[in-house]
């Protein structure tokens, strides 16, 4: 054995004299060949660690698309080879627009690491270490244990209301877009002036966005004072609804005049049930079909509305404990650089676990019950923002569903209709929409304009994005963007805030359209 071996390893070193010596039975090899064993140990070790660290993550993918035995049979799509592949692919080339398939949502398999779910109890920790402390003020305050949620019941108040305007906004989009499309439709092949026809219908389209969707619950939300987290329901399932219109109407004109350009004779018309089943669906890009999941876990559904019910409840604390003593006495103090760099930096934290609940509750929680319950197998909600090293992928991962809507139907449509060349200028625009929609929905919760979102959207939004962009890489770049983050949510809590109690303790007399545009943080000083 020792001679073959010694033959093979002769031609990498010149032949020299061998010193064996026996040694318990084991035979050591001296010499020339444990000089060149040494040599060749760390190519060795570092081919075995490349195959090793290939295997696992294969190993790791496959597991976590295999999932638990309850799971596979959910989404027995995801145990093929291909299944796979399209889940690392998320996005379908431009020409064929998104493509869904099965996947879970990434916190649901995070959660299976018992690391992460400690985390995840670290946060129960704290929302029962803030009911303790506002149970315990109260108690010495006033004698008594204090349960009430006057600021939960306010906020919330004139349900009713919120509930007719969803009524009629949700009927009106289920009865008026499909309506014009059928009709359009049936009439264009057989029409002599098609262009006619076609800007007839759409002028009727756009009329009801703008004046039934857009004018008329923005004047049921002024005109009956509804509350702010009222106003929230209304304003968001008011942009959510034309979103969704207008991406039934922009994917299903395309195929008709298809269809009419190769005369097959036939127009396909999506069913009104396929229309419906997509109002609901948690997904703004319209399909015929979508994959489904074969059962509903009710008891997955009931814990996702609990989580839901639970965020509620942990940002009510987070403001009592943490905003609400620190903005309420504001307006008593001048206006001046350090109190507002002081007002910032105590707003962080309040910031950061709102934007947290935000996500959790919202883009997990609520879009997975919702989900559940459709049977709807496409849970790529988001994606690991948390680790994003740049803005540019922050904002693709942060929210996958308003990020496809707009990568799919804004920036793609301006550069159809403008050419690529000017993909700066179509990004400039999607942000100049994005900035102006969510300053329009602030403006409209809290009954004044303060723009500062906008600010901060699209002018550090956009300059972030250049400059962070993909090509930067590494922990370093992860540290910066999670510090901007933290600081600008400092910032939102804080000017908005200081602005909600100066518009409560400095009221203006018969106001006028300027008085609601002046921001009066600026102005109100108030002696208690």
Same mark, same amino acid.
């Given at each position: 054995?020792?001679?073959?071996?010694?033959?093979?390893?002769?031609?990498?070193?010149?032949?020299?004299?061998?010193?064996?010596?026996?040694?318990?039975?084991?035979?050591? !090899?001296?010499?020339?060949?444990?000089?060149?064993?040494?040599?060749?140990?760390?190519?060795?070790?570092?081919?075995?660690?490349?195959?090793?660290?290939?295997?696992?993550?294969?190993?790791?993918?496959?597991?976590?698309?295999?999932?638990?035995?309850?799971?596979?049979?959910?989404?027995?799509?995801?145990?093929?080879?291909?299944?796979?592949?399209?889940?690392?692919?998320?996005?379908?080339?431009?020409?064929?627009?998104?493509?869904?398939?099965?996947?879970?949502?990434?916190?649901?398999?995070?959660?299976?690491?018992?690391?992460?779910? /400690? *985390?995840?109890?670290?946060?129960?920790?704290?929302?029962?270490?803030?009911?303790? =402390?506002?149970?315990?003020?109260? &108690?010495?305050?006033?004698?008594?244990?204090?349960?009430?949620?006057?600021?939960?019941?306010?906020?919330?108040?004139?349900?009713?209301?919120?509930?007719?305007?969803?009524?009629?906004?949700?009927?009106?989009?289920?009865?008026?877009?499909?309506?014009?499309?059928?009709?359009?439709?049936?009439?264009?092949?057989?029409?002599?002036?098609?262009?006619?026809?076609?800007?007839?219908?759409?002028?009727?389209?756009?009329?009801?966005?703008?004046?039934?969707?857009?004018?008329?619950?923005?004047?049921?939300?002024?005109?009956?004072?509804?509350?702010?987290?009222?106003?929230?329901?209304?304003?968001?399932?008011?942009?959510?609804?034309?979103?969704?219109?207008?991406?039934?109407?922009?994917?299903?004109?395309?195929?008709?005049?298809?269809?009419?350009?190769?005369?097959?004779? /036939?127009?396909?018309?999506?069913? *009104?049930?396929?229309?419906?089943?997509?109002?609901?669906?948690?997904?703004?890009?319209?399909?015929?079909?979508?994959?489904?999941?074969?059962?509903?876990?009710?008891?997955?559904?009931?814990?996702? &509305?609990?989580?839901?019910?639970?965020?509620?409840?942990?940002?009510?604390?987070?403001?009592?404990?943490?905003?609400?003593?620190?903005?309420?006495?504001?307006?008593?103090?001048?206006?001046?650089?350090?109190?507002?760099?002081?007002?910032?930096?105590? =707003?962080?934290?309040?910031?950061?676990?709102?934007?947290?609940?935000?996500?959790?509750?919202?883009?997990?929680?609520?879009?997975?019950?919702?989900?559940?319950?459709?049977?709807?197998?496409?849970?790529?909600?988001?994606?690991?923002?948390?680790?994003?090293? =740049?803005?540019?992928?922050?904002?693709?991962?942060?929210?996958?569903?308003?990020?496809?809507?707009?990568?799919?139907?804004?920036?793609?449509?301006?550069?159809?209709?403008?050419?690529?060349?000017?993909?700066?200028?179509?990004?400039?625009?999607?942000? /100049?929409?994005?900035?102006?929609?969510?300053?329009?929905?602030?403006?409209?919760?809290?009954?004044?304009?303060?723009?500062?979102?906008?600010?901060?959207?699209?002018?550090?939004?956009?300059?972030?994005?250049?400059?962070?962009?993909?090509?930067?890489?590494?922990? &370093?770049?992860? !540290?910066?963007?999670?510090?901007?983050?933290?600081?600008?949510?400092?910032?939102?809590?804080?000017?908005?805030?200081?602005?909600?109690?100066?518009?409560?303790?400095?009221?203006?007399?018969?106001?006028? &359209?300027?008085?609601?545009?002046?921001?009066?943080?600026?102005?109100?000083? !108030?002696?208690?």
């Amino acid at each position: 054995m020792i001679v073959e071996g010694s033959a093979r390893l002769a031609p990498l070193q010149p032949p020299r004299p061998l010193r064996m010596k026996k040694h318990r039975g084991d035979l050591r !090899v001296r010499g020339p060949f444990k000089t060149q064993a040494m040599q060749l140990k760390p190519a060795f070790m570092k081919e075995v660690d490349s195959h090793f660290t290939e295997f696992v993550n294969s190993l790791v993918a496959k597991s976590a698309l295999l999932d638990s035995s309850s799971a596979a049979s959910l989404f027995p799509a995801s145990c093929a080879e291909k299944e796979l592949h399209k889940a690392k692919n998320s996005r379908a080339p431009p020409e064929h627009g998104k493509i869904f398939t099965a996947r879970r949502s990434l916190l649901d398999e995070l959660f299976e690491v018992s690391h992460i779910t /400690t *985390i995840y109890h670290m946060f129960i920790a704290l929302l029962i270490v803030f009911i303790l =402390s506002t149970l315990l003020v109260d &108690f010495i305050d006033e004698g008594r244990l204090v349960l009430g949620f006057d600021l939960l019941v306010f906020v919330f108040g004139k349900f009713p209301v919120v509930f007719c305007t969803w009524l009629c906004m949700f009927s009106a989009t289920v009865v008026v877009p499909y309506n014009l499309f059928v009709w359009w439709a049936q009439g264009y092949s057989s029409s002599s002036h098609r262009a006619v026809h076609s800007f007839f219908y759409g002028m009727l389209f756009t009329l009801f966005q703008i004046a039934g969707l857009g004018f008329g619950p923005t004047y049921v939300a002024v005109a009956y004072a509804l509350p702010p987290a009222s106003r929230f329901i209304v304003i968001l399932e008011q942009v959510r609804l034309v979103m969704k219109a207008h991406s039934f109407i922009r994917e299903n004109v395309p195929r008709v005049l298809s269809s009419v350009k190769d005369k097959s004779g /036939t127009v396909h018309i999506p069913r *009104i049930s396929q229309y419906l089943y997509f109002l609901f669906a948690p997904t703004l890009i319209y399909r015929d079909n979508y994959p489904r999941n074969p059962t509903i876990r009710w008891g997955y559904v009931a814990t996702k &509305f609990a989580q839901v019910l639970g965020s509620l409840f942990y940002a009510y604390y987070i403001f009592v404990r943490l905003c609400i003593p620190l903005f309420r006495n504001s307006s008593q103090e001048t206006f001046n650089l350090r109190g507002l760099v002081l007002c910032i930096f105590n =707003s962080i934290l309040p910031g950061v676990l709102i934007l947290f609940l935000v996500f959790f509750a919202f883009l997990h929680c609520w879009l997975n019950a919702f989900a559940e319950m459709l049977r709807f197998a496409d849970r790529m909600f988001y994606k690991d923002w948390w680790n994003s090293t =740049s803005y540019a992928n922050y904002y693709r991962t942060w929210n996958v569903v308003v990020h496809d809507w707009l990568y799919y139907y804004a920036y793609r449509d301006f550069l159809w209709f403008f050419g690529k060349k000017f993909r700066a200028a179509a990004m400039l625009s999607v942000f /100049t929409v994005s900035a102006a929609v969510h300053e329009y929905v602030l403006s409209i919760c809290f009954g004044f304009f303060y723009p500062v979102l906008f600010c901060l959207f699209s002018c550090f939004g956009v300059v972030f994005n250049f400059t962070l962009n993909d090509s930067r890489k590494g922990p &370093f770049w992860n !540290v910066i963007m999670w510090t901007s983050l933290f600081l600008g949510q400092g910032v939102i809590i804080c000017l908005y805030s200081q602005e909600w109690y100066a518009r409560q303790y400095c009221p203006v007399e018969n106001p006028t &359209f300027l008085d609601y545009l002046k921001p009066r943080s600026w102005s109100c000083h !108030v002696k208690m």
